[in-house]
């Protein structure tokens, strides 16, 4: 099964179009959305093509191939208007040998790692973003693993590229929009 994670769309069109795009070139089985998907919030700036409507129109036909987290911008009238569940803090993804914590990252992340998390695990989260892959150590058990965040293609920050992540057998890669 091949998964396509995206991260922070904030009701933009245009990239939500981009990542649609991506996930029929890539000939992705679901689509890993980890939050923030309708809402700009109150401390980023209205992006471009915000048209929280339309990717209403352009997500809900999908639904059956939309697995979603909530981020700490959607909230249950989101989840009113989209036809797939939104509102779990996180997801489990099994992919190979790998399991992926799929997050959006503002309960869970790179300094607040998940209870009983296994080692050669995947953390996935977006919150930041800022497109990442790396290895971090959980201070207290001294378990590595590995943290990847596909950044926000519609309010990217601190030079980060529009980009998603394509996971296949147990496999993750970064890929730009």
Known sequence: MRF????????????????LEAFKNEKADKLVLLGDILYHGPRNDLPAHYEPKKVISLL?????????????CDTEVDQMVLKFPILADYIYLVSGETTFFATHGHNFGPNCLPVSFPESS???AGHTHIAGDKEISDPETGITIRYMNPGSPSIP???????????EDGNAVIKPL
């Not at 809900?60 to 700490?72: F, S, T, Y």
């Not at 601190?158 to 394509?166: A, K, N, T, V």
């Open 4 to 19: 396509l994670v995206a991260s922070d769309l904030h009701g933009d069109s245009y990239w939500t179009e981009r990542v």
């Open 60 to 72: 809900n036909p999908m639904a059956d191939k939309i697995l979603a987290v909530r981020g700490n």
């Open 157 to 167: 920050k601190e030079g980060s590229i529009p980009s998603y992540i394509l996971i």
């Open 122 to 124: 995947v953390l996935l």
